[in-house]
């Protein structure tokens, strides 16, 4: 049980974990620090009687931070609706590759990139319900026992169960095939050269003919509002963007994990793009240009 100085001390290093849960529940930094702050003002608020009685404070602040979770997410549909254009999750450099000045302790720092964070595994987890999305995350990928799960969503072990298989089989839906690393970079990288050199004709080659491109500009720059379907129209997309703007740099950058690109104006990150690769070409792309979401990239 200990002091409450020692819970206190236990909560702190209990952060790391709590920024990485939330984030793959609201794929937003912003929300997912927001939520983490408020699950521990509420422990902060405890009387120190009540600290000492909580034998595990990771595991309470677990069960807050993710019913906070669950209670944003469901505000979060109404806001999305309401969003101008896709809502994209926010994309993750990596730690490497941050805007320079950024401080240790921004919850970009914090983050574990893994299979998880990924753009296409995010955008399924979108797809979800707020309780699908919970039970997943927290089981599958972190690894709670449905019993710890069923506090947060109160329900029984057993719904909780059901909503991870639910949800389990969206993910197995949505899946593509396994890409080597390898491969996928490569693919990017002759992306990035075929859309500087804005050969449409590379570009379509190296796009699947059914790929879809989705753009998050969140009304606040110019961009497409609706997903582009087709690699066709998707590469006479990227080169008008590359005549409407001359001197755009483009860098290959970990985006969530995986090989992406960074488009870069004037020394200014203008966009940044995630892609899935299967079969050698680009079947998904997610363009990230609403600057507020652009914040860990800046430098």
């Known amino acids: 049980m200990g ?10 290093g209990e952060r790391r974990q709590l920024i990485n849960v939330a984030y793959r529940l609201l794929g937003s930094l912003a929300e997912a620090e927001d939520a983490v702050q408020e699950a521990y003002a509420r422990w902060y608020a405890l009387p120190r009687s009540r600290q000492d009685e909580i034998v595990s404070p990771g595991a309470w602040l677990t069960t807050v931070t993710g019913r906070i979770c669950l209670d ?17 999750p926010d994309p993750l450099p990596a730690h490497a590759e941050r805007g320079h000045g950024q401080g240790g302790g921004d919850p970009a720092d914090q983050m574990v990139l893994d299979e998880s964070v990924t753009m296409a595994f995010l955008v399924v987890l979108e797809s979800m319900t707020p309780a699908e999305r919970v039970a997943f995350v927290l089981h599958d990928v972190f690894r709670y026992p449905f019993a710890d799960i069923a ?30 690393a390898a491969v996928r970079a490569d693919v ?8 500087q050199t804005k050969d449409i004709a590379a570009l ?7 790929a879809v491109m989705t753009a998050d500009g969140g009304g606040m720059v110019g961009t497409a509002l609706r997903p582009i379907e087709g690699g066709g129209r998707i590469a006479q997309y990227m080169t008008a963007i590359a005549d409407r703007a001359p001197g755009l740099e483009l860098l290959e950058r970990s985006v969530n994990g995986v090989p992406g690109l960074v488009a870069r104006r004037d020394g200014a990150v203008m966009t940044v793009a995630a892609f899935d690769v299967a079969d050698g070409r680009v079947t998904r792309i ?5 600057p507020e979401k652009l914040g860990p990239w800046v430098g």
């Open 72 to 88: 944003a997410l469901g505000s979060a549909r109404a806001r999305r609706e309401r969003y101008v254009g896709a809502w994209l």
């Open 204 to 210: 379509v080659d190296l796009l699947d003919p059914a």
């Open 286 to 290: 997610w363009a990230v240009r609403n």
């Open 3 to 12: 002091t409450a100085g020692t819970s206190t001390d236990a909560t702190v």
């Open 151 to 180: 506090g947060i969503l109160r329900r029984t072990p057993a719904a909780c169960k059901q909503l991870a298989a639910s949800a389990r089989r969206r993910v197995r839906g949505a899946r593509a095939p396994e890409t080597p």
């Open 188 to 195: 990017v990288r002759q992306v990035k050269e075929a859309w």
